[in-house]
């Protein structure tokens, strides 16, 4: 809650994050698959962040007895995500504190980064990510009186920040970030951009998957995408096949049965995969 908010300040500065706020940093979290939240409340801004596959392997608040500051680790997160006390005499401890185990986002406020105590921590920030007034009190009609922004912080840094502003999208907080899912293929978080079908977060992906569905007996090797090579199972007597999508009628009239597309979209020139049930004299 910012200097100017008219309402009664809260211990230990317990406001829990809302997912507006967190709207804005999801494109800045790609690659990331781990991640620690040592103010972490009652866990709100840990729910949001999960719900984008990102897996929390540490959370603590010091209204349990968990004191951040005295914990020199926090179970190997690739990194910390954060809403900290917005006390200075606390707060700077933290940034100090958290950079150094691992790089750190934190929803600080705006104003921050203009007055003199900040400057000896911009050089280790790389990033700083506005989000605009955030409702703090859950059921309030009224927002906070200070904007807010996400900073990052890194140790290993030292040419202070890029400042993003507000997108429309994100502001927004609709479609294109909203709507994220896990890549079938490499397990990563994505969103969902034009089908609501997707199941792969990029064409190189949805291509593997291909090539790895053709595994389906320990004897079937892997296809190169050209339509003259096949593979053939000795145990399943299968033979599959990919071919391009003008050539599929020809193919069925000779007995290949095509096989569906795993998100009901074409892939490249020869991503029609077919099968044909080999008889007795077929089989090696």
């Known amino acids: 809650m910012g200097k100017r908010s008219s309402f009664e300040r809260r211990e230990a500065d317990f406001y829990p994050t809302p997912w507006a706020a967190v709207v804005p940093l999801i494109p800045y979290l790609r690659g990331i698959h781990s991640f620690a939240e040592p103010c972490a409340g009652d866990g709100d801004l840990v729910r949001h962040v999960e719900s984008l596959g990102i897996r929390c392997v540490y959370s603590g608040d010091i209204r349990y007895g968990q004191d951040a500051l005295e914990l020199d680790q926090y179970g190997g997160a690739q990194v910390i995500i954060t809403n900290p006390p917005w006390s200075r005499n606390v707060m700077h401890r933290l940034i100090t504190h958290f950079q150094n185990i691992a790089p750190t986002w934190l929803l600080l406020d705006a104003d921050w980064a203009q007055t003199k105590q900040a400057a000896p921590f911009l050089p280790s ?160």
């Open 125 to 284: 920030c790389s990033h700083i990510v506005a989000i605009g007034r955030v409702k703090w009190i859950k059921g309030s009609k009224h927002t906070g009186k200070d904007n807010a922004c996400w900073y990052r912080f890194d140790s290993k840094h030292v040419a202070g920040p890029v400042f993003h502003g507000r997108d429309q999208i994100t502001d927004q907080g609709s479609g294109r970030f909203l709507k994220r899912r896990i890549c079938e293929q490499c397990g990563k978080a994505y969103e969902q951009w034009q089908r609501s079908s997707s199941r792969f977060c990029s064409p190189a992906c949805k291509q593997q998957a291909y090539r790895r569905r053709l595994v389906v007996a320990p004897n079937v090797s892997a296809l190169s995408v050209t339509p003259t090579v096949t593979s053939v199972s000795s145990n399943a007597g299968e033979e599959f096949r990919y071919v391009r999508h003008t050539d599929v009628a020809r193919y069925k009239a000779e007995g290949w049965e095509l096989l569906p597309a795993l998100d009901g979209t074409h892939h490249g020139e020869y991503s029609a995969l077919i099968r044909r049930r080999l008889g007795a004299e077929f089989k090696r």
